[in-house]
């Protein structure tokens, strides 16, 4: 599988969400904010400054997902990613 030009595949994180003062909050809450956690599965041939393997937070109204090899698998633009850590 080799995505192209600008075009990335990322899996989904699902992650715990702890505020400062130890509290967790709801699945609910954290399905409330506007960007969403990802791994860096594949970056497209055009796609200079994401790598595999990436962690990188993405507009979660962006992209949409598929079936690849029986794993869910979410395909986003470049232009939607906002950070990388």
Do not use: C, H
């Not at 506007?34 to 200079?48: L, Q, S």
């Amino acid at each position: 599988m080799k995505p192209i030009n600008k075009y990335i595949l990322v899996s989904k994180i699902d992650e715990e969400v702890k505020t400062s003062s130890g509290l967790l909050l709801s699945a609910e809450d954290v399905e409330g904010f506007r960007y969403r956690k990802a791994e860096v599965i594949k970056p497209g041939t055009e796609v200079k400054d994401i790598n595999q393997g990436d962690i990188i937070y993405y507009d979660k109204r962006s992209g949409y997902t598929m079936l690849i090899d029986d794993s869910p698998v979410t395909v986003i633009l470049e232009r939607d990613v906002v950070v990388v850590l």
